[in-house]
């Protein structure tokens, strides 16, 4: 079975751009979870996603926003990107409801100018 | 607000020596999470623990659970230097597939 896959690996932006991440998750999986990795902040919750359908939310501006499509591949967007948007975004897909184990992609490396 | 912290941030060490890595919370979690991720990848699971005072082997790796849940460590034995990498405790409630994610433990083994 493939992994998380997510795309585009790197990305350099400048401040006041948007721009769209997208994840395919494992083949199966319903559940999308977005997550943002800074040396600072460490690796925090963005969104999850299950059947279409945000679930669950951190606590990020509304430039963050997702979205996900009937076949569960799911897009995140950052509108107006500032140079502390700069970090790592990872993806993890899992099966179904909580408590099923979450597996992460590589992630997609922003970086904003 | 629920914060996990894990201690400590960064450790050297040389290959065969013993390490302790903590992570400890004031909230009860419903589950505990390791992960170990590596440069340029994504985190990879190494165990989960669910029950108060539950004690996981993965060869040289031992993980507990805290009695009351709120805490966990993660104990390797004669490092070596494939052990190298970010360790990470995270922890999750039971409101879906959120995950909480401590600091991280930034480990290197020497040869």
């Known amino acids: 079975k493939a992994g998380v896959t997510q795309t585009p690996r790197y990305l350099i932006k400048t401040r006041g751009q948007q721009v769209t991440l997208s994840c395919s998750p494992i083949s199966g999986h319903r559940s999308v979870s977005w997550y943002q990795q800074t040396p600072g902040q460490g690796l925090q919750f963005l969104f999850e996603y299950f059947s279409e359908t945000q679930r669950n939310k951190g606590n990020f501006p509304g430039r963050f926003s997702g979205r996900q499509f009937s076949n569960s591949r799911s897009e995140m967007n950052v509108s107006t990107l500032e140079l502390g948007d700069s970090a790592l975004y990872l993806c993890?897909?899992?099966?179904?409801?909580?408590?099923?184990?979450?597996?992460f992609g590589p992630g997609t490396r922003l970086t904003v100018l | 607000t629920q914060l996990l912290e894990q201690s400590p941030q960064f450790l050297s060490i040389q290959e065969g020596e013993n390490l302790t890595v903590y992570c400890n919370s004031s909230s009860v979690f419903s589950s505990l999470q390791w992960y170990r991720q590596e440069p340029g990848e994504g985190p990879v699971l190494l165990v989960t623990v669910v029950t108060g005072g539950e004690v996981k082997k993965l060869k040289r790796l031992t993980f507990q659970f805290g009695d009351a849940r709120k805490d966990s460590s993660l104990h390797i034995t004669a490092a070596q230097p494939g052990d190298t990498g970010l360790y990470l405790c995270a922890g999750e409630n039971n409101a879906g597939n959120m995950l909480t994610f401590g600091g991280g433990t930034r480990l290197m083994v020497k040869p």
């Open positions: 993890a897909s899992s099966l179904d409801s909580g408590g099923d184990t979450q597996y």
